[in-house]
């Protein structure tokens, strides 16, 4: 079975995102400092202290995927500068334009998302996050990419990210994992699993009676695919125009404009940033 590489800050990208093509996924291990770690979990502590684990979704199938007990914690954008800050992290943008560029003129932020594992927690159904976007051609272009970032150690028995190397590349994309194929992301807090949205993964099982494994997803969608989380809803206007314009376009305050004719995410038929930032639109004039 392939393990997934490792390497420190200092790697070229390149190196990084050949393995994550070869392989599904890559370790980059001590990326964030402790400063920045402890600024995280600082902005958002009352949100997290806040949360209650599982979901309410009415769903039997999404609340058991999310996990009985397990944290999620959504509208990063708004509650944290430091994760703006990771957001526009140039790791993670050039991950994203390395992979993403090709099938799109833009990206948007897909979810950022706190998912802290609690004790007994199982390990959460092997999956893609493609899967989101059920009629994509199979194999066909990326048209999203994920991070899982370490905000505690990640060990074995916390819940490491699980990911089966190798699967974004099945002959069948409906071919199912078995757990046997599966490698744990072990890493130490500041590391980052970087992965394709077609490489199957999923949450750890945590068997710890008391330690709670803290992630932070960030994920980014080809700006022609709603993402998953409704980022002009969660993040209110009056804060995304005090944002630097790239976290501005990434969380959709801004609108699509593919190269080959047509326009996505208007306002009164004008690119949505001359509202974002102050310009009004044709028609907006009252």
């Known amino acids: 079975m392939t393990d997934m590489k ?26 964030l400092n402790r400063g920045f770690l402890q600024a ?24 058991g995927f999310h996990g009985a007990n397990t944290k999620r914690i959504c509208s990063l954008a708004r509650r944290s500068p430091a994760f703006v800050d990771l957001m526009l992290h140039p790791l993670l ?36 996050d493609e899967g989101n976007w059920p009629y994509q051609p199979w194999p066909g272009p990326d048209v999203t990419v994920s991070s ?33 194929d599966a490698v744990q992301a072990v890493m130490p807090a500041g590391s980052v699993l970087l992965y394709s949205g077609k490489v199957k993964h999923g949450a750890g099982a945590n068997r710890t009676a008391d330690t709670w494994r803290w992630g932070l997803h960030v994920s980014y969608v080809v700006g022609w695919l709603r993402p998953e989380e409704n980022h002009n809803m969660a993040v209110p206007i009056e804060i995304a125009r005090r944002l630097p314009e790239r976290a501005q ?38």
Request: proline share 4%; hydrophobic share 40%.
């Open 148 to 180: 899982m970032w370490a905000l505690s150690d990640f060990s074995a028995e916390v819940g490491a990210t699980r990911v089966v190397p190798g699967s974004h590349q099945w002959t069948d994309g409906d071919r199912d994992a078995d757990d046997g």
């Open 249 to 286: 376009a990434l969380l959709g305050y801004t609108s699509y404009v593919p190269d080959n004719g047509g326009r996505l995410g208007l306002v009164e038929f004008e690119d949505a940033a001359l509202v974002t930032r102050g310009t009004k639109a044709a028609g907006l004039e009252g």
């Open 40 to 63: 995280l979990r600082d902005e958002l502590a009352s949100s997290i202290n806040d949360a209650e684990p599982g979901s309410r979704s009415g769903s039997d199938r999404i609340e």
């Open 93 to 128: 943008l050039a991950f994203a334009d390395r992979f993403l560029l090709p099938a799109c003129r833009d990206y948007w932020l897909n979810t950022g998302q706190l998912m802290i594992v609690g004790p007994g927690e199982p390990a959460q159904r092997l999956h893609r």
């Open 6 to 31: 490792r390497f420190d800050p200092g790697a070229q990208n390149d190196w990084i995102f050949d393995a994550v093509a070869r392989d599904g996924g890559a370790i980059v291990e001590g990326v």
